[in-house]
């Protein structure tokens, strides 16, 4: 019959081997394995054992935090998109890209400081301070602050997006403007608040969630959003904690490679939160 699938063809499909496509792709070009594992290259002179695992720890980290860009952007857009429940399947992604985060700094965790001195040096002024990817994962939850782009001098790409993400709204932004479209009387300056400074508190927005709260079977969309947001920043702050007992474990109270107060500076980020009303509301129940 002039419809039967040519027999070649057909023994190609059944061995899953798809001759559309018009090279054979192996698994080391399509994840382009040899520019990724040639990316580590340890500045120690004579070499010192410990660098590749600093190295390594910190590329890996970076390439998470990258995936988490992707999908806190696109979390923002499904929400712009009134598509709650697509939102919330990237919130759920995004916690566990943050517990893979989290668990690697056990990894780390096992240089010591003796180790660790023997590569400090070769760090020089290099520092995860001047991660860009962080920034723009803090920027799109909503700790914006102007003056961290100017970190970015040195990467004038990154400084863009920086530019960029700074003047856009968050993803609790997005969220605030979501609960407006359905009906819920969110305070309008939040709605028209200038989106280049970090959040702040807002009493009556505390009152809105209140309400939520209280019956959480009449609210069961936003509810769960807004328990999907507690879970992301709770992870982020056992992220962030994690982080300081390795720094502590590793180098006492000394300085950062980059000038930063090293544990200190940790230790004050703690205190940064996101979504504050979602943790005031916390207060009035009950």
């Given at each position: 019959m002039a419809d039967d699938p040519d027999p070649t063809v057909a023994r190609d499909l059944e061995s899953g081997i798809q001759r559309d496509f018009s090279r054979d792709m192996s698994y080391g070009d399509y994840l382009h394995l040899d520019a990724l594992l040639s990316a580590q290259v340890p500045q120690s002179d004579p070499p010192q054992h410990d660098e590749l695992l600093f190295i390594i720890q910190h590329q890996t980290s970076e390439?998470?935090?990258?995936?988490?860009?992707?999908e806190l952007r696109s979390a923002r857009s499904l929400l712009d998109l009134d598509e709650l429940g697509p939102a919330l399947k990237r919130l759920a992604r995004i916690k566990h890209v943050q517990r893979v985060l989290t668990?690697?700094?056990s990894v780390l965790a096992t240089l010591t400081p003796s180790e660790y001195a023997e590569i400090r040096p070769y760090l020089a002024t290099s520092s995860g301070f001047q991660s860009a990817q962080y920034r723009e994962v803090?920027?799109?939850?909503?700790?914006?602050?102007?003056?961290?782009?100017?970190?970015f001098r040195h990467d004038p790409a990154a400084q863009e997006r920086l530019q960029a993400l700074l003047a856009e709204p968050s993803l609790y932004d997005a969220f605030l403007a979501f609960l407006a479209r359905r009906g819920y009387p969110v305070p309008q300056r939040l709605l028209e608040r200038d989106v280049t400074l970090p959040y702040r508190l807002d009493p009556d927005l505390v009152e809105?969630?209140?309400g939520v709260y209280a019956e959480p079977g009449e609210?069961?969309?936003?509810?769960?959003?807004?328990e999907e947001l507690v879970d992301v920043e709770d992870s982020f702050q056992q992220w962030r904690f994690r982080h300081l007992q390795v720094v502590q474990r590793t180098i006492g109270h000394k300085t950062g490679t980059g000038g930063?107060?090293?544990v200190d500076f940790l230790r004050r980020a703690l205190d940064l939160t996101f979504f504050p009303e979602l943790f005031e509301v916390r207060t009035r129940l009950g």
């Amino acid at each position: 019959m002039a419809d039967d699938p040519d027999p070649t063809v057909a023994r190609d499909l059944e061995s899953g081997i798809q001759r559309d496509f018009s090279r054979d792709m192996s698994y080391g070009d399509y994840l382009h394995l040899d520019a990724l594992l040639s990316a580590q290259v340890p500045q120690s002179d004579p070499p010192q054992h410990d660098e590749l695992l600093f190295i390594i720890q910190h590329q890996t980290s970076e390439l998470w935090l990258k995936l988490m860009v992707h999908e806190l952007r696109s979390a923002r857009s499904l929400l712009d998109l009134d598509e709650l429940g697509p939102a919330l399947k990237r919130l759920a992604r995004i916690k566990h890209v943050q517990r893979v985060l989290t668990d690697q700094w056990s990894v780390l965790a096992t240089l010591t400081p003796s180790e660790y001195a023997e590569i400090r040096p070769y760090l020089a002024t290099s520092s995860g301070f001047q991660s860009a990817q962080y920034r723009e994962v803090e920027f799109l939850l909503g700790n914006k602050n102007a003056d961290m782009v100017g970190v970015f001098r040195h990467d004038p790409a990154a400084q863009e997006r920086l530019q960029a993400l700074l003047a856009e709204p968050s993803l609790y932004d997005a969220f605030l403007a979501f609960l407006a479209r359905r009906g819920y009387p969110v305070p309008q300056r939040l709605l028209e608040r200038d989106v280049t400074l970090p959040y702040r508190l807002d009493p009556d927005l505390v009152e809105v969630f209140a309400g939520v709260y209280a019956e959480p079977g009449e609210h069961w969309g936003v509810y769960e959003t807004c328990e999907e947001l507690v879970d992301v920043e709770d992870s982020f702050q056992q992220w962030r904690f994690r982080h300081l007992q390795v720094v502590q474990r590793t180098i006492g109270h000394k300085t950062g490679t980059g000038g930063s107060s090293g544990v200190d500076f940790l230790r004050r980020a703690l205190d940064l939160t996101f979504f504050p009303e979602l943790f005031e509301v916390r207060t009035r129940l009950g």
